[in-house]
């Protein structure tokens, strides 16, 4: 069992950065890969970002790729996810969740809210 919980979200304007982290705990949480989904309201979750255990294989959806930037560091069991240029279509409950690439899904947090005021 894996257990991840995010930080960092909040309130910023359009075009500002953010950093969301996520810290893993339990069974380690090193030899599965890890990932970013967001649910805006209304709308159903999708995955934003996902890095393998190694780092080697990542992948993002296109409306934030040269926009945001995944990384881990396994030392510290945490997944970062650093976000820039932020607009209001990024506004969503973002969650972290820990599983097998290239889903990256079988672990999930309880969710950090990010909102961008445009």
């Known amino acids: 069992q894996v257990q991840v919980v995010e930080s960092g979200g909040g309130l910023v304007q359009a075009g500002e950065s953010l950093r969301l982290s996520c810290t893993a705990s339990?069974?380690?949480?090193?030899?599965?890969?890890m990932g970013w989904f967001r649910q805006a309201p209304g709308k159903g979750r999708e995955a934003v970002s996902c890095?393998?255990?190694?780092?080697?294989?990542?992948h993002y959806i296109d409306s934030v790729k040269g926009r945001f930037t995944i990384s881990r560091d396994n030392s510290k069991s945490t997944l970062y996810l650093q976000m820039n240029s932020l607009t209001h279509e990024d506004t969503a409950m973002y969650y972290c969740?820990?599983?097998?690439?290239?889903?990256?899904?079988?672990?999930w947090g309880q969710g950090t809210q990010v909102t961008v005021s445009s």
């Open positions: 890095i393998s255990s190694s780092s080697l294989g990542i």
């Open positions: 339990g069974s380690t949480a090193d030899p599965y890969a």
């Open positions: 969740a820990a599983g097998p690439f290239p889903w990256c899904r079988k672990y």
